[in-house]
């Protein structure tokens, strides 16, 4: 069973960066494909990119092109994702997610993280 | 406002059978797979329905998913009170290029 176990809350200001950690157990990111979602305070769920780990490169939605980035550490089984130039709207509970059938075009996820909350504050 | 059209709130009676909506468009539910979570109070969302009607291992087959056309409907027969949450659809856009989710639906029961 693969548990997804991410970094803790940040606050960062405005303009600064914030990076998110997404450990994985129970199996590797060297075949999964991880999915980043973001959850603004009593809104819904947001998509905001896919890493392919065979490739180890990753696709964003529109909205955070030039602004997210997702690298990996292999020695760790580690996923980070950095988002930068942050704004008050960027404060959200972002998650990590397991895809359950990699390599489909099904995007379903199967396995999250606990989330962690980032908050944009002056 | 979310491309994905769910009702905002249903309810129903414990034992009783209620379904959830979710309208999309030929980019998206019509042509790709439609999924499902259950997200509870301060939780992570779960994946209840995946590839438009089947069960994770572990999910209840009191919850059942159906699609047809551009439309998809999450079904929830004898509800319990530990139902009561909020559910999301999802399904990925050719167009946008994106995974798209719907704007959820809250659940009660009464």
């Known amino acids: 069973q693969v548990q997804l176990v991410q970094s803790g809350a940040e606050v960062k200001k405005p303009g600064a960066s914030v990076r998110v950690s997404c450990k994985a157990s129970g199996s590797t990111f060297s075949t999964t494909y991880i999915h980043w979602v973001r959850q603004a305070p009593g809104q819904g769920l947001e998509w905001m990119g896919i890493f392919y780990p065979i490739i180890g490169s990753s696709s964003y939605a529109q909205q955070f092109q030039g602004r997210v980035m997702v690298t990996r550490d292999p020695s760790t089984n580690t996923l980070y994702m950095e988002l930068s130039s942050l704004r008050y709207d960027d404060t959200a509970v972002y998650y990590c997610a397991r895809d359950k059938e990699s390599g489909s075009d099904w995007y379903s996820f199967d396995s999250w993280g606990q989330g962690s909350q980032v908050t944009v504050s002056s | 406002q979310s491309v994905l059209t769910q009702p905002p709130s249903v309810s129903e009676a414990p034992r009783q059978r209620v379904t959830i909506s979710c309208s999309g468009s030929?980019?998206?539910?019509?042509?790709?797979?439609v999924n499902w979570y259950q997200q509870l109070p301060g939780e992570a969302p779960r994946l209840l329905i995946y590839y438009n009607d089947l069960l994770p291992s572990g999910v209840s087959d009191r919850f059942s998913g159906s699609k047809s056309g551009t439309s998809a409907s999450l079904a929830i027969s004898g509800l319990q009170a530990d139902d009561e949450a909020v559910y999301y659809c999802?399904?990925?856009?050719?167009?946008?290029?994106?995974?798209?989710f719907g704007g959820g639906t809250k659940l009660t029961v009464l």
């Open positions: 030929s980019s998206n539910i019509g042509k790709n797979a």
């Open positions: 999802s399904a990925w856009d050719d167009g946008l290029k994106v995974v798209l």
